[in-house]
Each structure stands twice: as structure tokens, then as C-alpha cells.
């Protein structure tokens, strides 16, 4: 039925230029990937000390063993009344204890016997120390968080301060970053990060005074990690919290969320980065509702594969409370450093400062070819559809330049996201989409009898699978090209539409498929897709077709249902200790949609095809072919993950599907005469 056309030359020269500015990109973007090759592995100073107790080990030994193990990075947090009356630092006493020794004749404090009725009605605590620098930041912390607290006794070597409030909120409060952690981390050898607590209603002298404190140490602090649910400085203060960090060159940490999609849930954190010239870095940290429940052998991979896949710089480390069976504590937390630092080291990173990415924008004119190309991708599917005569090249020409025109004006105005997404989700869909058409067609081909061997057909398959796997890297080139700045390389900004990149490809080869050949019509005399659709209403409705349907309900709940990051289809046992394994001996884990289902299924349908299997059951067997080149595009939409690496992992499932696609083609092959037996059989009974 297709009309023989002469091909448009001017729509493949576009895909072309397309391709060269894609790769343009794609190796600038790589050299900026390349060169941030520094890691940090973080623990909180707090837990290395609190593991030294209980072990028996003096904490500046603690230290020194976990430093030589790999650990780059401490972090230092506010103080709290609580942490200094645990530590001796100071003593906390509240009214209510201060009533009971008065009645009971006991109370032996000068400064409390001058204490008025009125002032012991009052809810709060007193807290007592000696001059020195804890009492100094003590005091100067309680002017920032408590502005109704006021001095008791002020000389001699009795100083006593009131703060008002609940007492449990009090002892918890955060106060203000202690210089003395401060100092005794730098000097033990680690990189200073600090995790300040925003304030209420948070003023510029609240800033201030996070910044003189940490200039007071006199040690150079790195990096910040904003603690709780407000960043430092949010809202209204975040312009001078960024100023700040920038001049002390320290860099944002920016914690990934568990869902690994963007970022941990913090008010104002996603404006930081711009702010700061892009001085920040990607923060891996397993969430605490997981970490009771999984093995160390399961943390050290979890960090590896973060820092390669998803760009992460910070490893943060948190000690497991278990021991390991025939290990201490102790020895159970030092090993499990020294294996996430020797598995990061392994991969190629350095432990050292975390890296941050230059702020790397391409120049937009190059976005423009890929925009081009992109269209007369969309065009060249179109034109699959109609006539020479009614859409002549000249029309394909002038369709493709109107459009992408339209395209470009908003990425040469200097904005344009939208474009650009809109482009991306062209490049994911229409690329593997044009790819099977184009191998659809070479099965198409009239092919001798004696050929149609299983020799033949794998042998056909190999090449021409390769073949569509060069051809669908296309669309991935363009979609790691035209999203290729350092804002996706941080998820400040995202790929949309992730499941819709998944079923698009799938819709425009079954439709392309059933427009060129009849599957539901009873005759192939003049079939059109109307009486196709009119076919596919009179089916009738039996237990094998409600079986069919259901399967393939069942096939698209899981495919679509396990793609995003929100997904509530479980991962089989079988399948985790498959990725697993996969992780260990390949560069890149290849993905299971592509060597376990699309590049198996591309064997069945060259099988299909050329064996002239009913058409039923080749368009099933595109259409799961065309899974395979879909998902293999799409990797490129995780553009946290280099370029290098998802190329690497199409051609890592392109070697794996291979044999794997031979087997399964040969059993089925051998099968399908007893299918079609038990098939006829039942027909008949019928």
C-alpha cells in the first residue's frame, strides 16, 4: 500500500548538522564531567566522638584511625544547653529546682537567695559556668536565639545567665557553632563543613554572627550544610548568606532526596546555586528510615554507585549502631570507611575536597542545528504517512524551517527552557520511533525460502540490531546535548515527562506498523485504518482475548509503573541480585527494559517477520523491540549522570541483549509449530 517516495535529502542533512552540534556539546560537557573527579567522604564529628567513648579509644585516636581509613570531612554543628551540661561545660538548673532546695532549706547559691518570687514564677532555666570561651560564645549565642535572656551574675568566677522558655525546648535549642570543635577538627587533619541552624525571623544580624563565629576560629571552614527544613538565611537573608560563603569560597552541600530526584525537601535551598556562582555539591546520604535495615556490604555499594551515576561528590557517612558478626563496633564502623573510600578510589575518584562542576553553559547557538534536526525528524515520521504528491519535499522543507524557526527565536532571546524540554522529549520518542521504522522496512523485504533459516535470521539480527542502536544514539546525543548545562548536571532543573518518553515511541511504531500492514481487517484487499479500527471493535470478547488483554494490562502497569522515581511496583529478589551482580563486573549496569526485554524481543521480531508469522504477533514483538531503544534514549535524560557512562550503558545492554536475544529466538523458534498446533487444536474444538 505504501507508495514508493524519493527521499527528502535536506531532512537528513538537518538530522546530520544536528548530530555535529550535539557532539560539539557533549565533549564540552564531558570535559567538565571529567575534571570533577574529587570526592569527599563526610562523617559528623559528634558520632566519631560519641563511637570513641563507647569503645574505650580516646577521641584524637578515634580521629587519626577513621582519617587514615578515608574519611576527608567533619561536620560541626550548633551547640545546645543540653551538649554543654552533658560535656560539664556548664551546670543548667530551673526554677523549679531552685524552689525545692528553698523550701527544703538547702539552697547554698548566693546569687539565688537574691532571686525575687516574681522572677522564680518565671518558666525557665538558669545556667551557670566559668568566664572562658564557651561562656563568651554562650553568651553571645543567647543574645541571637533567646532575646529575652539576661545576665544574673556577671563577675567573679560564678557567671549565671536566665533564659526563658520551656525547658525542653531550651536544652535543645540551637545556639551558635563552638570555635573549640571547630579548631580541634581542622587540626586533627579533616575539611571543616559547618551545619548551622537558621533562626526566627531571621535578621542580618543573625548572619553575621554565624560567619564572625566561624571567622573567630581561625581555621578555614570549606563547606556548609543547611540543617532541618530552612537553609540558612531563608528568605529574606539568602542574598547575604550566599555573599558570604562566596567570599570565604566555601561550598554548598545539597543533599539528594531518597526518592534520588532533586533535592532534600529545605526551604530556599534551590536558589543558593545561582547565587553562588554554582559553588555547590551533590550530597549523598542514606535515608534514616533505611538505615537500620540494610548491611554494610549494601551501604559501601550504595555510595559507589552514587558518586559515578548520579554525580555526587559528598559521600555522608553515619555509623552503623550493630556490630557485625566477629567485629567490634568499632571495627565494624572503621571497615566500613575504609570500604566506601577503597570503592570510590577503584572507580577513579580521588578522596579529597568534593568538586563542584563549572558553570557550564553551551553557547546557545549551537542549540539551534539540534533544533533543526529535531523537527525534520518530526517531519521525515510525518511524511510516512501521506503521499509525495501531498506532501511534497518542498512542503517538508518549508514545514521544517517555520517550525524550528518558531523554536529557536526563544533560545537566541536568551530563555527558552521550555523549548528546550520540548526538543528533548522530540529527540527521546522520535529517534528510537525512526529507528525500528527503518528496520521494519529491511524486514519487509521479500526473502528467499532457503534463506529464512535461523543462520540467516540472527545473523541478519545482529547487524541490524547494531544498526538501530547507532541510529537511536542519535536521539540521545541530542537529548544529553540540548539539556547539557550544569543546572541539569545539579537536578536544579529535570528531564519532564519520563513516562511519557516511555509509551510515546511504542504508540508511533504500533501506529506507524498498523498503517502499513493489515492486522485486524479480514482482507488485505484496500484495507485502511478505519476498517482496521472497525475489525478490532467486532472482536469478540472470549476468555482467550480477556486473558490476552490482561497479560498486556498486567505488561503496561509494570513497564510504566517502574519508570520515574515515585514508582509502587516492587523490585523481584532475583532482579536486585541481577543488578548487583551486573554493577560489579560492568562498567555501566545496562538496563533490564533494554537487554532482558527489547533487544530480546527485537530477535523475535526479525523471527516473526521474516518467517511471516501472523501480524498479530510481529507488531507485538516491534512494538517490545521498540521498548529497548526507547529506554536506551532515555538513559540519556538522567542528566545527572555523564554522557560518557550512558553511552557506555546502551552499548553494555546492546552486548548483553545480543546472545541473550539469540537464545531465546532459537527456543521460540523451536517451539512455535507446537504454539500453533495446540492454537489449531483448540480452534477446532470450538
Partial sequence: MQMKKKHNIVLYVLIVLGLVSALIINYQRHQVERVANSVEIMMDYEDLAKLASVSGKSTQQTLAEFKQAGVTTLNVYDTNLEKLSKSGIVSVITNSQLKDQRRLGGDKLPWAMTLTDAQLAETGVYVVGEPGVYWQELQEDAKQRF?????????????????????????????????????????????????????????????????????????????IHFTALHSLGATEQMDKVAAELKKRDMTLAMAEHFLQLQFAPMLGIEK?????????????????????????????????????????????????????????????????????ADSIQNRGFVLGRASTFAPYFPDKVLFIPIIFGVVAAGVLYLSLFFSREKFTNTRQSISVAVLAVILSVPILMGGGLSVRQLVAFGSAVLFPSL??????????????????????????????????????LIGGMYLAAILGDIRFFLELDIYRGVKATFITPIL????????????FAKSDKDFSLLKQLKALLNIKLDMRV??????????????????????????????????????????????????????????LAALASIKRYPRIITLAFVCAATIGQGSLVQTFAHMRTPVFMSTIRAIDGWALGIPIGIVVAIVFNYLYPYLRKIESELNTNE
Fill in 147 to 223: 532575646a529575652a535572656s539576661r545576665m544574673v551574675v556577671t563577675t567573679g568566677s560564678q557567671q549565671v545567665m536566665f533564659i526563658p522558655g520551656d525547658t525542653e525546648l531550651v536544652m535543645v535549642q540551637h545556639l551558635g557553632l563552638p570555635t573549640e570543635e571547630m579548631k580541634y577538627v581542622v587540626n586533627n587533619g579533616f575539611l571543616l563543613t559547618v551545619r548551622p541552624m537558621n533562626y526566627n525571623k531571621v535578621s542580618a544580624e543573625n548572619i553575621d554572627s554565624v560567619f564572625k563565629r566561624i571567622d573567630q576560629a581561625g581555621v578555614k571552614a570549606t563547606g
Fill in 272 to 340: 543558593f546555586p545561582d547565587k553562588m556562582d554554582y559553588r555547590v555539591a551533590r550530597l549523598y546520604v542514606i535515608d534514616k528510615r533505611e538505615r537500620g535495615k540494610i548491611s554494610v556490604k549494601d551501604a559501601v555499594r550504595r555510595f559507589a554507585i552514587t558518586d559515578i551515576e548520579r554525580n555526587i561528590r559528598i559521600n555522608f557517612l553515619h555509623n552503623f549502631e550493630e556490630a557485625e558478626p566477629d567485629k567490634t563496633l568499632y571495627e565494624t564502623n572503621i571497615d566500613y570507611v575504609k570500604d566506601v
Fill in 435 to 472: 529507528s525500528m521504522i527503518y528496520i521494519v522496512h529491511l524486514w519487509d523485504r521479500p526473502v528467499a525460502k532457503e534463506k529464512a533459516c535461523m543462520t540467516y535470521i540472527t545473523l541478519s539480527a545482529c547487524w541490524q540490531i547494531t544498526l538501530a542502536v547507532v541510529l537511536s
Fill in 508 to 519: 508511533l511504531v504500533g501506529f506507524y506498523y498498523v498503517f502499513k500492514h493489515n492486522i
Fill in 546 to 603: 480477556l486473558t490476552v488483554v490482561g497479560i498486556l494490562g498486567f505488561i503496561a502497569w509494570v513497564f510504566i509503573g517502574r519508570s520515574g522515581h515515585t514508582a509502587g511496583v516492587p523490585v523481584p529478589a532475583w532482579e536486585i541480585k541481577l543488578r548487583l551482580f551486573l554493577e560489579e563486573v560492568m562498567y555501566a549496569r545496562p538496563r533490564e527494559k533494554e537487554f532482558l526485554i527489547g533487544h530480546v524481543a527485537f530477535f
